[in-house]
């Protein structure tokens, strides 16, 4: 899920469940997000801030049907991680090499 899909989909379930910027905000300073403003939700539901693993757990147990899903996310940071590893092997392959 990118941040589009993440923005369009708190925005709908937000607006779905009736629940304003400030509430939402509210809710996760509750849950232990002291930092969340309504300015948070703005910036994630537009896109312009990602959120952490455990801030999309959060607020899909604050929103129902928010569409966080931990399975995904964890497959999603399994294939990121091995593509790294890939990244660094090649890294470590050419600069094993003599480019003189």
Not at 7 to 30: F, K, P, T, V
Request: glycine share 8%.
């Amino acid at each position: 899920m990118n941040a589009t899909q993440v923005a369009a989909d708190l925005r709908r379930n937000r607006e779905q469940h009736g629940c304003s910027q400030q509430e939402l905000a509210d809710a996760m300073n509750a849950a232990g997000f002291s930092h969340w403003s309504q300015a948070t939700v703005w910036a994630v539901e537009t896109g312009n801030r990602n959120l952490l693993y455990i801030e999309g757990i959060t607020l899909s147990s604050i929103l129902p049907g928010f569409g966080i899903n931990s399975d995904r996310i964890g497959r999603n940071i399994i294939r990121d991680a091995q593509t790294l590893e890939k990244v660094r092997e090649l890294i470590e392959t050419s600069s094993s090499y003599d480019l003189a």
